[in-house]
């Protein structure tokens, strides 16, 4: 942080200053933690191999079951308050840390959750974190305030019910399903730590409302949970907000699904990443061809990799450091 050389009349202000003369809201960082994984259960996204044997791999979200108030037994993100002295980042790195094992995972910003009463506890604002990880590398270690932790195939639906366009504004309103499902034991280390991994099938949903407004071209976007079974606070919404964020970025620019990777892949698992993160499928020529800058070939191959073996590639960091 740069020196900042204050004049004496702003001394003399300062010490006048009182900072508790106006009301303060505690801070916070949540992760929405997603990871490709084979479908049933607590083993990630995978060997290389599983990659092109087992097609069942769905995008997965890291949920908490809390073991306290408020919205105890409910599912939430992981997350937690700021410590003094800490930026927002440096809380969600340290909470990922504690809560995964993981300290160099995909962490990026993408929304900040303010409204009032999101939290019974009190003000509280959430600086809200899109968090991607290798499935390979995971280990679940639940916090102090949380009992289970489980992986969510997440599934959304959007339906459309109005749309007024006029000349200068517009209003778009579209309904998202959120659909949550946690089957299986999730993690085995959790029970070496004393704490219990979830064992049966377990089904979380949510109704969320999207009102877009447009006025000279310039957009505001407002949600509204409807209906919510099972996830705690408001993080329902912050969820479908990090799945939008996630699968924009993907669009954009792509580069965020190497984070879901290993460290070599193939090709056919590299695809098969990006059609489960957008949600489509893709002709393999022209994925290939639009990736071929992006990645580079290795002089090793997929083991066990089914009929036929296939060549591993990593990352072109040329283009990664751009």
Same mark, same amino acid.
């Given at each position: 942080?740069?020196?900042?050389?204050?004049?004496?009349?702003?001394?003399?202000?300062?010490?006048?200053?009182?900072?508790?003369?106006?009301?303060?809201?505690?801070?916070?960082?949540?992760?929405?933690?997603?990871?490709?994984?084979?479908?049933?259960?607590?083993?990630?996204?995978?060997?290389?191999?599983?990659?092109?044997?087992?097609?069942?791999?769905?995008?997965?979200?890291?949920?908490?079951?809390?073991?306290?108030?408020?919205?105890?037994?409910?599912?939430?993100?992981?997350?937690?308050?700021?410590?003094?002295?800490?930026?927002?980042?440096?809380?969600?790195?340290?909470?990922?840390?504690?809560?995964?094992?993981?300290?160099?995972?995909?962490?990026?910003?993408?929304?900040?959750?303010?409204?009032?009463?999101?939290?019974?506890?009190?003000?509280?604002?959430?600086?809200?974190?899109?968090?991607?990880?290798?499935?390979?590398?995971?280990?679940?270690?639940?916090?102090?305030?949380?009992?289970?932790?489980?992986?969510?195939?997440?599934?959304?639906?959007?339906?459309?019910?109005?749309?007024?366009?006029?000349?200068?504004?517009?209003?778009?309103?579209?309904?998202?399903?959120?659909?949550?499902?946690?089957?299986?034991?999730?993690?085995?280390?959790?029970? #070496? /730590?004393? !704490?219990? =991994?979830?064992?049966? $099938?377990?089904?979380?949903?949510?109704? *969320?409302?999207? +009102?877009?407004?447009?006025?000279?071209?310039?957009?505001?976007?407002?949600?509204?949970?409807?209906?919510?079974?099972?996830?705690?606070?408001?993080?329902?919404?912050?969820?479908?907000?990090?799945?939008?964020?996630?699968?924009?970025?993907?669009?954009?620019?792509?580069?965020?699904?190497?984070?879901?990777?290993?460290?070599?892949?193939?090709?056919?698992?590299?695809?098969?990443?990006?059609?489960?993160?957008?949600? #489509? /499928?893709? !002709?393999? =020529?022209?994925?290939? $061809?639009?990736?071929?800058?992006?990645? *580079?070939?290795? +002089?090793?191959?997929?083991?066990?990799?089914?009929?036929?073996?296939?060549?591993?590639?990593?990352?072109?960091?040329?283009?990664?450091?751009?």
């Amino acid at each position: 942080m740069r020196t900042y050389k204050m004049s004496e009349e702003e001394k003399a202000y300062l010490e006048k200053y009182n900072i508790e003369d106006f009301e303060r809201p505690s801070v916070a960082a949540d992760m929405a933690v997603f990871a490709i994984m084979k479908e049933g259960g607590g083993e990630a996204g995978g060997r290389l191999e599983n990659y092109r044997k087992d097609p069942e791999q769905k995008l997965k979200l890291l949920l908490i079951k809390r073991g306290s108030y408020p919205y105890k037994n409910e599912w939430a993100l992981p997350g937690g308050f700021c410590r003094k002295g800490e930026s927002t980042l440096e809380t969600a790195r340290r909470e990922l840390c504690e809560e995964t094992g993981i300290k160099d995972a995909y962490l990026r910003p993408f929304d900040i959750f303010s409204e009032p009463g999101r939290d019974p506890r009190g003000w509280i604002i959430s600086h809200a974190f899109l968090t991607l990880v290798n499935g390979e590398n995971y280990r679940v270690h639940a916090g102090s305030d949380a009992w289970e932790a489980g992986w969510f195939s997440i599934s959304i639906e959007k339906k459309e019910l109005c749309r007024e366009i006029e000349e200068e504004k517009a209003h778009i309103r579209n309904c998202y399903y959120l659909k949550l499902i946690c089957e299986g034991k999730q993690d085995p280390g959790l029970e #070496k /730590k004393g !704490l219990e =991994a979830d064992q049966k $099938r377990t089904e979380l949903g949510a109704e *969320i409302i999207e +009102d877009r407004y447009f006025h000279n071209y310039h957009e505001t976007i407002d949600y509204e949970i409807v209906r919510s079974e099972g996830i705690g606070f408001d993080h329902a919404k912050v969820i479908l907000c990090a799945f939008l964020a996630l699968q924009k970025e993907v669009n954009e620019n792509g580069r965020p699904v190497f984070d879901l990777m290993p460290e070599r892949f193939t090709l056919t698992a590299l695809q098969k990443a990006f059609e489960i993160v957008q949600g #489509k /499928k893709l !002709l393999v =020529a022209n994925f290939r $061809r639009k990736i071929a800058d992006y990645v *580079i070939e290795t +002089d090793e191959i997929a083991e066990g990799a089914g009929h036929r073996p296939a060549k591993l590639f990593r990352r072109n960091l040329e283009r990664f450091y751009e």
